[in-house]
């Protein structure tokens, strides 16, 4: 951190200042120039972060130059995690497909729509059971009966399975059914459910908020992390903009910033930033392309009767290009397509 | 609502779609255009907007031109609301100022923040003993610790307080105690807690999201509503743009326009919004005389040694100008200043 | 400026740093952390600025701390400006109404709008001539007529007028009729119009773009400033945000923190902002409570006939509110309403 | 269009709408709901579009559910176009390389990026003469000198350029020397300018306004069609939004939507979106990825000693990889590399 001090600041505040960093446990070093004092604090991030140094006298501001996360930056490790859900692993050495339908709605059409993700090379499962909306009068989602579809589903096809949960009291029974947990956008800062997720043990998928910064959404991993669960996905699905022709504006540069910035994968999902079906092709393309770990898609048998963000599942005549759209670009990237259980990847054909 | 066909959609296309929405118990005029057809729903919009009309074959576009709310809007309830939070009316008739510290840190630093509040003109009290923060490694907040501090400070003081509940496993310890349940803009969709907080049975305030639009803060509202609880007040508190100089832009539009919309009042946050002292009166100035049914803002009697936010407190110096500021722009704008537990309203002098 | 090294930076990297900041004229003071070493800059920021120091080796990031602007500078000029359009004066002492049509559209309109100004307490008009419109299909304004009319209109009436320049080539035609020019906020980067206006000697109306930063609008009244014309007036019409329900979000911030960086008077245009004629009162109370050193309103006789943005033209109806409103809040502001061409101020009654 | 009548409107309001529609030249089909009456319109929507229907009585909303623009709309012409400069073409067929320096600084320099550019596989040279920067004591740019500069460059080199230009009245001389002239994202709304380089009869390289919707943009193409110039290339280069980390947001999205809706080339600008050389590589995958039709980048031979830009500009030891990148990403596409002067285009190896 640095701390620039106003041009009348006097020497009574900067030793205010620099020993109250002391007392922190942190050290400071002061350059003096000819308008301005300008203060270079080290130590504990964190912990010098609590101060109010912005309410010292005579300061005029506090740059954060050192990022406050931990557990989950690159200089904690250096090299890349990988992210085991069931015998699938997500990565930066392979590129992995996550599809099935946005949300459970029948038996039927959820085990549709994950035969059709299997055969579009998805090596892990996802549906929705517990569905946040927007508002009381919608779907809210099947609830535990749409979990218990998803669990017997996703056993019968032999892949693992990853669904969102959207309060800490349903952490032990989702944790319990499911490979991996989802935190959805709108739950990013849900801090109390980070934790619950973190001490369930399960690895978790952790969407992007609408409107976080890249720094935002890896303290929100860190907040998981701090449970000493690392396995931690982050997914980059489009932020608010003010463009109106999309839904969200996929943010495709924060894939190779926050690669940077953590060792933990990067996925894109492209189904609910763009929308549109017409879109997620295109994305997924531009989502592997840019670096992406992975890409999780929506799917549906029959997206006409989608209790549920319809106009953007892909349908049973996309699913070739999906599939060699995945192998094409993974394959241009220097990467392979993680299968199901390979815990040595394979190279795509 | 209203479907926009595209130039080659069917008669088959369009006769599907009205067919659906009648089966939802709506009804469908169309209008037939040189280049395209649309389609006028009428009915329980709440219902139709279920239907994935996005994916039904030949629509080009879906265009909501009713909103969804239904409890919380004005065609509801054409009067005005006016919550009551202990004795202190919250409404359009008044401007009630809520005061006291970002977060409960001490017995003796709350008592005198809410002393300064109090002084300050404050109907109601404020204070934080449960915090959302960003990083896992700020302070968290005292906790029921806090609450037990706030609640006898009020006491003491004689004034009610609200207090931010954070996760709908706290809201009844919180409820148990506090006077009115503040949900913070990270928590807006928070969906469980909204329906906590609305079983509680205490009157509601509702932070906007930092980035949440208008529509979707009135439909955080409506969950809220839903429970049966109508006793909400809506927080402008800025929201999330480009501009860098300040935290956050206080969109003042937001409340002349949230307020036709819906009978709830609306007040300002111009603390958080700011992140400056310096801005903290002229945002209070503006929220006053652009309609505002109140203010809510941080005090601290040493913001030097504040555990968090202490950069926008404002401290006794400013406390003279706060109740000047309050008086002379509510008057200005036709409105008398709320006394606490003034049920008949005294104009201010 | 603080040049923040990374943690691998050589002592080679960091004394080719200092060299090259000395050698264009400034100085530079080390600060040596334990994991990073800080670099403070000092002397001739624009100069500095100059110098592409992130390229340098071993540079991690480089903060702006100081401002780069001069001339407009609160630093450059302590005492706040009063810019005179005619005999009127825009500054911080009082509160200056301009108001008129959107645009001319016919003599008649023309003069019973700015009647309509006139008898609302308008002390300089507001015309628009050229018009710059997204659309080529749209009405492009009268042009070279439409400033005839305007001139001869603000004659008879008795007061000075601004109108808009959009184009280099049209500024000596515009500034030999107009006494104020405006520069639109599509324009606030068009750097030889920024250029040109400034030359021409006439006061300049400089509207904030739709997405500047205050630091870039502040950074285009300085190339105006450049060209030796301090008469100087910045104008907050609204950002471009997510938000739909309005068109643009009035940033009434920016009013005080514009007022802090700079001398130059700041005033609001809550016409464009909000985009409906519901809002235009309001956003005028809450721009004055702010402190904006004026507004700018549009007015129109008959603006269901208007063939530009009639929904947000004020009406005949709303003068006598629009002149009491800034009569009140300017007097709670403990300011007075500016007359036309008095120099010496007259406080409302 | 579509109008939606408040609730309360009368059959006069209705009536006196649909005659000005009619009077417009153009008709409308009313649909009665039972709360509300909706009225599409249909004929010329340009011409529409003029009238105030906002203001018009009974009118709750206006909704624009066709697009005006004409000429460059992919109704008008449902075949992609190519654009040519000088012998190369941009079009939907192949993807185009356009490299060089961002600003030209000296002969040396300039020939050296050029040769660079020339190496990577660049089709199309790009460099700067006439720089617009926020800062008046920012450099800006050589000039006409700067333009002989690359105008002899170019031609030694045998490849053809694309330059800036700033303001209208150097639109001849830029057209005199440059084979292409671009259209800076500042001055994306500088419509005289768009008028000029139209009527110039050079091939226009249009950039995305900071800020700018999908819509206004491809309205400031209808703009220089309007003059008849149909040689138009837009550039995706990235929109502001709140997210800090990197300088803008590259929209990609924003190719296959701008593709769908106009018959024009798209390509992406990845060195001024992201602002840091390691997110060059990746956003040229991404943007190829995508279906852009080509994509423009920065090169220096020394960006220490860059006057402008320089911590984006590729350097010598990213060409190899710039070359390998291009041809990859266009295979896995579907496409070829367009080299210089293929009008029949050669796939890349």
Redesign the interface.
């Known amino acids: 951190m640095?701390v620039?001090m106003r041009g009348n600041a006097s020497e009574t505040d900067i030793e205010k200042l620099i020993r109250a960093v002391r007392d922190a446990g942190g050290?400071a070093?002061?350059?003096?120039?000819?308008?301005?004092?300008?203060?270079?604090?080290?130590?504990d991030v964190?912990?010098i972060?609590?101060l109010?140094l912005?309410?010292?006298?005579g300061v005029?501001?506090v740059?954060h130059?050192?990022r406050?996360y931990k557990l989950v930056s690159a200089e904690a490790q250096p090299e890349p995690s990988t992210v085991m859900v069931g015998e699938t692993p997500i990565g930066r050495q392979g590129v992995t497909l996550i599809a099935g339908p946005c949300a459970v709605e029948t038996a039927e059409q959820t085990l549709a729509a994950c035969e059709m993700a299997r055969d579009a090379g998805a090596a892990i499962l996802r549906g929705g059971a517990y569905k946040?909306?927007?508002?009381?009068?919608?779907?809210q989602g099947l609830g535990q009966a749409g979990l218990d579809i998803l669990h017997d589903t996703a056993r019968r096809i032999g892949l693992p399975f990853v669904t969102e949960v959207?309060?800490?009291?349903d952490v032990e029974t989702v944790a319990a059914k499911a490979d991996m947990l989802q935190v959805g956008a709108?739950?990013m800062?849900?801090?109390?459910?980070l934790k619950e997720v973190g001490m369930s043990g399960r690895p978790v998928l952790l969407k992007r908020g609408?409107?976080a910064?890249?720094?935002?959404w890896v303290?929100?991993a860190?907040?998981i992390a701090?449970t000493g669960n690392l396995q931690i996905v982050l997914v980059e699905r489009g932020?608010?903009?003010?463009?109106?022709?999309?839904r969200n504006?996929?943010?495709?540069?924060?894939?190779?910033?926050a690669q940077?910035l953590t060792h933990l994968p990067v996925i894109i999902d492209p189904s609910h930033?763009?929308g549109k079906r017409?879109?997620v092709l295109?994305?997924v393309?531009?989502?592997?392309?840019?670096?992406a770990d992975g890409v999780i898609v929506d799917v549906h048998p029959n997206?006409?009767?989608?209790?549920?963000d319809?106009?953007q599942a892909l349908v049973r005549d996309d699913l070739d290009e999906l599939r060699l759209t995945v192998s094409?670009?993974a394959?241009?990237?220097g990467r392979h397509v993680v299968r199901a259980g390979a815990r040595t990847a394979v190279h795509s054909a």
Chains 1, 2, 3, 4 share one sequence.
């Not at 946040?132 to 779907?139: C, D, H, I, N």
């Not at 910064?213 to 935002?216: G, M, N, V």
């Not at 932020?239 to 999309?246: A, K, L, N, S």
């Open positions: 640095v620039v050290d070093f002061v350059s003096r120039g000819r308008n301005q004092t300008v203060i270079g604090l080290a130590g964190a912990r972060s609590e109010p912005h309410a010292f006298p005029d501001d740059l130059v050192n406050p946040p909306r927007t508002s009381p009068y919608a779907f959207i309060t800490p009291a709108r739950n800062q849900n801090f109390q459910l609408l409107t910064t890249i720094d935002e303290m929100a860190e907040y701090h932020i608010r903009t003010y463009e109106p022709m999309t504006t996929l943010d495709v540069s924060a894939v190779p910033v940077s930033s763009g017409d879109l295109p994305l393309r531009a989502g592997i392309a840019v670096g997206p006409d009767e989608a209790l549920c319809g106009p094409r670009f394959e241009a990237s």
